[in-house]
């Protein structure tokens, strides 16, 4: 469906686009769950032109859902593109996109820090399609022109970057990329489009795990694509292959969810703020990495291309890494997990979060070490998350 985007606010077509026609729902306020995976059709005549030209009528709900169609109407508005693709979790979005653009043989850029089954699914092309991967910090504009090939079809990205928060300069990037032909893919799951638009900034394809910030309540898993209409087909087409749509019901709950998404992304920001710099001024962390902080080292980088910053960051603790489990376990209001995004905090700690078997030097080399935790604040009171972290680092 091709969006129209409306004259109002941000917030009131959060909670109103995709749902002007509700008297076909018996006026109700909130949409129905059409949990069903069939829709007929009466006729002959009607069964053809919806299998031919879709168009207002469904016909199977792998291929499309009124469900679907709300949320995906709002997506698009509010990341400010033409279209949107639901997905079942944030990785099938990830590789929809990522596998949309790419054909055997082609290079790919990447940040290094990229969310690890991303790096998985990368590593997966190089085996199985002798597809060619560089991985840049993403901190240097530098870097993307140099790594540049005749062959580089895709650059692959995440600002700010899992665990370390870096930030990637999206609008040289896309510049760069636009005058080469090459198309851009970035995960906003962090950011959410409350406070990063980067179709704005020319980036070319926007993915979401919807399973985070969008649905807010840590009770379900989706994921969005957001893209302007020319690079919309090849996304259909490969969306359609990988079979990749959710439940209808999922949908309905990500939808609940994002209709407090502007509100609960301000108190999360204005939350995380606060706790990030309790943490920096306390003598037993080391450093954070907050790009909303002042003293983050791309602060002022992140704040020419983002209008807020949300909740999860990583921070340091300066103790040897035996006792780093009593931290943890005397953690009492925020519990040890590996998701984050809902009203719930959470933290981690980020070189175990990788799984056994890694290379602990080359993790150090890009500040992953066994003292990083990676935080996520919810929507507590921050005065009782402080004080939850202040005694559990004296147990350091
Ligand atoms: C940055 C980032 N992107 C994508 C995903 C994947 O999302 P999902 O779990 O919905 O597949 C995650 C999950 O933790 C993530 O942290």
């Known amino acids: 469906m091709i969006q129209q985007h409306s004259i109002h606010g941000e917030t009131t077509n959060l909670l109103h686009l995709g749902e002007e026609n509700n008297d076909r729902y018996m006026n109700s306020v909130v949409p129905p769950i059409f949990q069903t995976s069939l829709f007929t059709s009466s006729t002959y005549e009607e069964f053809a032109e919806t299998i031919n030209h879709g168009g207002d009528s469904y016909c199977y709900t792998r291929y499309g859902n009124p469900n679907f169609d709300i949320l995906c109407r709002k997506m698009a508005d509010l990341e400010q593109g033409d279209e949107a693709l639901l997905t079942s979790s944030g990785v099938s979005a990830i590789s929809i996109a990522i596998m949309a653009q790419i054909q055997i043989g082609d290079h790919i850029i990447a940040i290094s820090n990229l969310y690890g089954p991303t790096r998985s699914l990368l590593d997966y092309l190089e085996d199985k399609m002798n597809v060619q991967v560089t991985y840049v910090t993403g901190e240097h504009l530098y870097e993307f022109e140099e790594a540049m090939q005749p062959n580089t079809r895709l650059v692959v990205l995440e600002s700010p970057a899992s665990v370390t928060f870096c930030v990637q300069d999206l609008r040289g990037i896309s510049n760069l990329c636009r005058s080469r032909g090459v198309v851009t893919v970035i995960d906003n799951s962090y950011s959410s489009p409350i406070f990063q638009k980067p179709l704005k900034l020319g980036i070319d394809v926007v993915v979401h795990s919807a399973t985070k910030y969008l649905s807010g309540h840590s009770d379900t898993i989706g994921g969005v694509i957001v893209a302007n209409k020319p690079h919309m087909p090849k996304i259909r087409k490969q969306h359609k292959i990988a079979g990749s749509s959710p439940a209808p019901f999922e949908a309905w709950l990500i939808l609940r969810g994002m209709r407090t998404l502007p509100i609960r992304m301000k ?41 807020g910053f949300s909740s999860l960051f990583s921070f340091e603790i300066d103790a040897p890494k035996e006792r780093m489990a009593p931290f943890f376990n005397s953690l009492r209001l925020i519990k040890i997990g590996l998701s984050w995004g809902g009203y719930e905090s959470i933290c981690v700690p980020s070189l175990v979060s990788f799984g056994k078997g890694i290379d602990e030097e080359q993790f150090a080399k890009i500040g992953i070490t066994h003292q990083l935790v990676r935080l996520h604040v919810g929507l507590e009171n921050a005065d009782d998350l402080m004080e939850d972290l202040s005694q559990a680092l004296q147990q350091v």
């Open 267 to 307: 108190e999360h920001s204005k939350c995380a703020l606060a706790v990030a710099s309790f943490l920096e001024a306390h003598p037993k962390v080391r450093s954070v990495n907050y790009p909303g902080l002042p003293s983050f080292r791309q602060h002022a980088l992140a704040k020419s291309q983002m209008s």
